[in-house]
């Protein structure tokens, strides 16, 4: 069956990602540093419970482990195929239809694909339009007896050694705010309560600048999805169980530029045309680093020049690339400099190009 042979591709991918963990003299918290990743990230990947978006990153551990070219050539192929779109199982029939034709997607104006969760921990898909809706996801706890618990337990424990205690237990009971009474559920745009409010003091601990109202609106939703790319989750604005621990559990910084600090830089990297770069990024992200946006084709832009996804493949960049102010502001001198217009940008041209009174334009 099709979802057994996705699941099959996701597993072998997740063993030669283990070996090769394995190859290094590294704990995971150690190895996790060196590859530019969270630790709780490399877990996910060495036990197939999420594919990593980019490459570079299955590149990188290559390289610590020593890994050769063949061997390199081998995990692109894995990859490529544990990273397959997996369609969902068909309703019992006689025969299901044969496989639907991909249909292109537009990307929207102007930065790679977010991390690839295994097909055993992919949620389902929720309408951002419905926002608020009550369809929840439901608790994905993958057993129910006790005695399988603890075989599984017993099962991980030999896998990783010693070093599995690094990752917190998911079956013991958890009395945190998010993980009690009406905040069992998942947490999620349009929602406005004291679970809202929990996940903003927590996101607001990262270092990140977040108003803490426990409204659920499009600067949490940001944040949120800041927060999820940076520790290696699905990134879809909803406070999940995988997030909520990720939260409270994940030591990560959101820290980054100051409005100013950015403006400052785009004027080192445009010259002349500064001023005009600076207007079209504030029109496309009011100069915020973290800035995201999503598309209605399931496409996102990223970052202070909101670079979509489809630029950021001609790019050769990340998400996590675009999330970084230096390498967005060089990305989007790169994507100008093709033909010294900022045609990238067309719904902020206008206003980049009729500057407000008493601004002043570019120097000739």
């Known amino acids: 069956m099709q979802g057994d042979r996705a699941e099959a591709r996701v597993r072998e991918f997740a063993e030669a990602l283990l070996a090769l963990k394995e190859r290094t003299p590294h704990s995971?918290?150690?190895?996790?540093?060196?590859?530019?990743?969270?630790?709780?990230?490399?877990?996910?990947?060495?036990?197939?419970?999420?594919?990593?978006?980019?490459?570079?990153?299955?590149r990188r551990l290559a390289r610590q482990a020593?890994?050769?070219?063949?061997?390199?050539?081998?995990?692109?192929?894995?990859?490529?195929?544990?990273?397959?779109?997996?369609t969902p199982s068909p309703v019992p029939e006689p025969a299901a239809a044969g496989a639907s034709t991909p249909?292109?997607?537009?990307?929207?104006?102007?930065?790679?694909e977010t991390e690839v969760l295994s097909p055993a921990a992919t949620p389902a898909?929720?309408?951002?339009?419905?926002?608020?809706?009550?369809?929840?996801?439901?608790?994905?706890?993958?057993?129910?007896?006790?005695?399988?618990?603890?075989?599984?337990?017993?099962a991980a424990a030999a896998l990783i050694g010693n070093e599995g205690a690094e990752e917190p237990s998911e079956t013991v009971a958890d009395n945190r705010p998010l993980f009690t009474g009406e905040c069992k559920e998942p947490v999620r745009d349009g929602q406005s309560d004291r679970c809202v409010r929990e996940v903003q003091l927590l996101l607001s601990r990262t270092g990140v600048t977040i108003?803490?109202?426990?409204?659920?609106?499009?600067?949490?939703?940001?944040?949120?999805?800041?927060?999820?790319?940076?520790?290696?989750?699905?990134?879809?604005?909803?406070?999940?169980?995988?997030?909520?621990?990720?939260?409270?559990?994940?030591?990560?910084?959101?820290?980054?530029?100051?409005?100013?600090?950015v403006a400052d830089r785009i004027h080192e990297v445009f010259g002349k045309k500064a001023d005009t770069a600076v207007r079209i990024a504030r029109c496309q992200s009011f100069l915020d680093p973290l800035y995201i946006t999503p598309n209605t084709n399931g496409t996102r832009n990223w970052g202070i020049f909101q670079i979509s996804d489809a630029r950021?493949?001609?790019?050769?960049?990340?998400?996590?690339?675009?999330?970084?102010?230096?390498?967005?502001?060089?990305?989007?001198?790169?994507?100008?400099?093709?033909?010294?217009?900022?045609?990238?940008?067309?719904?902020?041209?206008?206003?980049?190009?009729?500057?407000?009174?008493?601004?002043?334009?570019?120097?000739p």
């Open 312 to 363: 950021l493949r001609d790019l050769r960049g990340t998400p996590e690339k675009a999330m970084d102010p230096d390498w967005n502001i060089r990305a989007a001198h790169r994507l100008w400099a093709q033909d010294e217009t900022f045609s990238d940008w067309p719904h902020c041209a206008a206003a980049a190009e009729d500057p407000p009174p008493g601004e002043g334009g570019d120097a």
């Open 125 to 154: 898909e929720e309408g951002r339009e419905a926002v608020g809706a009550g369809d929840s996801r439901s608790l994905r706890w993958p057993w129910t007896v006790a005695a399988v618990l603890s075989a599984a337990a017993l």
């Open 28 to 58: 995971y918290e150690t190895l996790a540093t060196r590859l530019d990743i969270s630790r709780s990230a490399l877990h996910r990947y060495c036990s197939g419970r999420a594919v990593p978006a980019d490459f570079d990153v299955v």
């Open 211 to 261: 108003g803490i109202d426990g409204i659920f609106g499009p600067e949490t939703l940001r944040r949120v999805e800041a927060f999820q790319l940076r520790v290696g989750l699905n990134v879809d604005g909803i406070v999940d169980d995988d997030t909520k621990r990720a939260l409270y559990d994940e030591d990560v910084s959101l820290k980054t530029w100051s409005k100013k600090q």
């Open 66 to 86: 020593g890994a050769d070219r063949d061997e390199v050539t081998e995990l692109h192929r894995l990859w490529v195929l544990a990273s397959e779109p997996r």
């Open 103 to 112: 249909v292109p997607v537009e990307d929207g104006p102007v930065g790679g």
